[in-house]
């Protein structure tokens, strides 16, 4: 399965639900698809995860840039709902301390 | 029950790669397939992008279960040796870096990970101790 990713604009962030593998031939399409909507000025950014049955690190690189950048601006990149094996792969590299998680959509794009 | 794979060295290649892993490991124990799978994936990314960057060649996989204990050897022949650090360190999440998270989830997920530069290219040994006999 390739990779999937819906995009919503709220009054309160921008909400991107993804599906299916991320991994190091699509990893760069979703960094593109955060960054563009960052060089429009919006950095409240959530992404679900719960559609996602495989990340490898070079998805959590791309999201560590995204979130990078929109630190710089005050903004942030929230996780919600994370699928079991995307939790368990942001525990494996440590990530789950830096990425503010949330267990639904509602609370993660709530919390801005 | 042993197994073999050589694939060209791309990243749309490594796909192939899953379902030699997976036949290794029973759909009982999930997780810990899923996490063989990462690791075999991510070392892999690494030969493509650092031992071979850009040049074409090979990566030959070797999985081999014995009892409880499963061996995956990844094979290359790329022009790029690894200098693997003395000591694994987690990236420091705090500095945010943007690199190194793949080798580093893959010693975590591994028991044993074992390198040597061969004359013709690397050689990667992976050890996973599985809490199963394999029965087939």
């Known amino acids: ?112 | 029950m042993r197994k073999t794979l050589t694939i060209a060295a791309r990243f749309e290649e490594l796909a192939k790669i899953t379902p030699v892993i997976e036949s290794m490991i029973t759909a009982e124990l999930s997780q810990v397939r899923d996490q063989v799978v990462l690791a075999v994936h991510e070392l892999c990314v690494n030969v493509v992008q650092h031992g071979y960057a850009g040049v074409e060649g090979l990566i030959a996989l070797e999985a081999e279960r014995q009892g409880r204990t499963l061996t995956v050897s990844i094979t290359d022949g790329a022009p790029n040796a690894y200098s693997p650090p003395d000591e694994i360190v987690p990236p420091d999440p705090m500095m945010l870096p943007e690199s190194g998270w793949g080798i580093y989830i893959l010693h975590q997920v591994m028991d044993q990970v074992h390198y040597q530069r061969l004359p013709s290219g690397n050689q990667w040994i992976l050890v996973k101790e599985i809490g199963e006999e394999l029965n087939r």
């Open chain 1, 1 to 112: 399965m390739t990779m999937e990713i819906n995009i919503s604009e709220l009054k309160r962030a921008h909400l991107f639900e993804l599906a299916g593998r991320v991994d190091s031939t699509n990893a760069s399409e979703l960094g593109e698809t955060l960054n563009r909507v960052v060089e429009n000025g919006r950095t409240n950014l959530v992404l679900d995860l719960y559609g996602v049955e495989y990340m490898s690190s070079a998805g959590l690189r791309e999201m560590v840039r995204v979130l990078k950048r929109v630190k710089k601006s005050g903004g942030d990149l929230r996780i919600a709902n994370p699928s079991e094996r995307v939790k368990e792969v942001l525990e494996l590299a440590g990530l789950d301390t830096i990425f503010n998680i949330y267990p639904t959509q509602v609370e993660a794009v709530g919390s801005f």
